[in-house]
């Protein structure tokens, strides 16, 4: 069974950049057709995806926040990652790294991580 | 982009009652339409997919309907681990979440 973990610092200036990464365990990054997915909730807010990425490196992002987003792929050690730049408190929220299942009738983010909290505070 | 209005936005239910939260597309999503729990502190979890497949391991009370922009996810006889909020997803066209539905206990 499929299990994600978030990783990456907590607390944040204004300015900087969020690193997170997301260690895959149970199945393997370069599974196809799954896409490999950011998603991040500010506390007691809704959920908002963030963008993903296809082992071959092909990406799509939310088109709001696509200016500082890169996500990125390191098969070698099975995991992925993401980078935000230019954080401000806005930016504050539970992180998660999900499997989105890929092109398909049923495509939908079927693994979740248990996620991250990112703080932005000067 | 493709907008997810959800509602309501909270509702509060007995155990036992038939809940049903609607969710509608901006456009047309064919059955592209996914329902999520979450519950206090957990990360979401998927109940149903392409608007009315029940994952598996899902009680059959939850069942999922519609097509095209308008989806419902009901709840039939809600039980006590029911209570949580409840989210849609469009996976269409790149992804987007509607904004949640909170069912509390009244």
């Known amino acids: 069974q499929v299990q994600l973990q978030e990783s990456g610092p907590g607390l944040l200036k204004p300015s900087e950049t969020l690193s997170l990464t997301c260690t895959v365990s149970?199945?393997?990054?370069?599974?196809?057709?799954?896409?490999w997915t950011w998603i991040r909730q500010p506390p007691g807010k809704g959920l908002e995806w963030i963008g993903y990425?296809?082992?071959?490196?092909?990406?799509l992002y939310n088109p709001s926040l696509k200016s500082r987003v890169t996500i990125s792929v390191d098969t070698s050690e099975n995991q992925f990652s993401l980078r935000l730049s230019s954080v401000t408190a806005a930016d504050a929220a539970i992180y998660y790294c999900?499997?989105?299942?890929?092109?398909?009738?049923?495509?939908?983010?079927?693994?979740w991580g248990q996620g991250a909290m990112v703080t932005v505070s000067s | 982009d493709i907008q997810m209005t959800q509602s309501p936005s909270s509702l509060s239910a007995s155990v036992g009652d038939r809940v049903t939260i609607t969710c509608r597309a901006s456009?047309?999503?064919?059955?592209?339409l996914n329902w999520y729990q979450q519950k206090a502190g957990k990360a979401p979890k998927l109940v149903i997919s392409?608007?009315?497949s029940l994952q598996s391991g899902v009680p059959s009370r939850f069942s999922g309907s519609g097509s095209g922009t308008e989806f419902s996810l009901t709840i039939n006889s809600l039980q006590p681990e029911d209570f949580a909020t409840y989210y849609c997803?469009?996976?269409?066209?790149?992804?987007?979440f509607g904004q949640g539905t909170n069912v509390e206990m009244k």
């Open positions: 999900a499997r989105d299942t890929g092109p398909r009738w049923d495509d939908a983010f079927d693994a």
């Open positions: 149970g199945d393997s990054v370069t599974g196809s057709p799954y896409y």
């Open positions: 990425i296809h082992y071959s490196g092909s990406t």
């Open positions: 456009q047309n999503i064919i059955r592209y």
């Open positions: 392409a608007a009315s």
């Open positions: 997803q469009q996976s269409y066209s790149a992804r987007t």
